[in-house]
């Protein structure tokens, strides 16, 4: 029986710490991509010394790829879930924010996904998927980021990324997937927020499986909904 090997950027909290403990106790063999280890994943590590790899890395950063390439060797990928975002300047407001916050909003939420998604394609089997944390928010046509124009903008652009690898000559062979998570509690939803992290992963989990091997790129949020580019 074929075991699951999945690569997740952005695992240290929330969703992306979601997605590798329940890809783990399915049986899954997960590289968590990290900034720096917490108690919880150290913990996970210890249940999980088989099954999960940490690695230390800064997805921004420019050895990011060289790391995570090293701890890969020879081997192939049946997930790659790029989860790692931010929610930029607190205002939201483009006659504040610096150029420094909006430089390092962008490249956190678009570029630095892309990027390494177009390193590792090859490593990902043509019946994987490549699947980004993108927002309902990214959504051009529903417009619904009155309230955080930055962010949906940033995602925005992510999704104009994904789309444009999917028409280019080297596209990939796996599904590529923009997701969207749900309002989610986690750090960045809030208490507020109405979804639970497991209902928000366990949809996640069920598109991305659903989507392996058929190839193309679509939008698709956590409770399956078909959404507007």
Not at 111 to 128: F, N
Not at 175 to 188: C, E, I, N, R
């Amino acid at each position: 029986m074929h075991t699951p090997n999945i690569l997740i950027a952005g695992a240290s909290r929330g969703i992306g710490l979601g997605l590798v403990e329940t890809w783990l106790i399915k049986g899954a063999r997960v590289r968590a991509l990290i900034r720096s280890p917490n108690a919880t994943l150290l913990q996970l590590h210890d249940r999980f010394h088989t099954q999960l790899s940490l690695i230390e890395a800064d997805m921004t950063a420019d050895d990011c790829i060289h790391k995570v390439l090293a701890d890969l060797g020879d081997e192939q990928l049946d997930m790659l879930v790029l989860n790692a975002g931010q929610y930029g300047p607190a205002a939201q407001d483009v006659l504040t924010t610096s150029s420094t916050e909006v430089a390092d909003l962008f490249m956190t939420n678009a570029i630095a996904p892309m990027r390494l998604a177009r390193a590792l394609q090859d490593r990902v089997l043509s019946s994987g998927v490549i699947a980004f944390m993108s927002s309902q928010m990214a959504s051009v046509e529903l417009a619904l980021a009155r309230d955080m124009p930055l962010y949906g903008a940033s995602k925005a652009a992510l999704n104009s990324l994904i789309r444009s690898w999917s028409h280019s000559a080297d596209a990939p062979k796996a599904s590529l997937l923009a997701l969207h998570p749900g309002w989610v509690k986690t750090d960045m939803g809030g208490e507020q927020a109405p979804v639970e992290i497991a209902d928000s992963v366990n949809g996640l989990i069920q598109v991305m499986e659903k989507q392996a091997g058929r190839g193309g790129c679509y939008f698709r949020s956590y409770d399956q909904q078909v959404l507007a580019w």
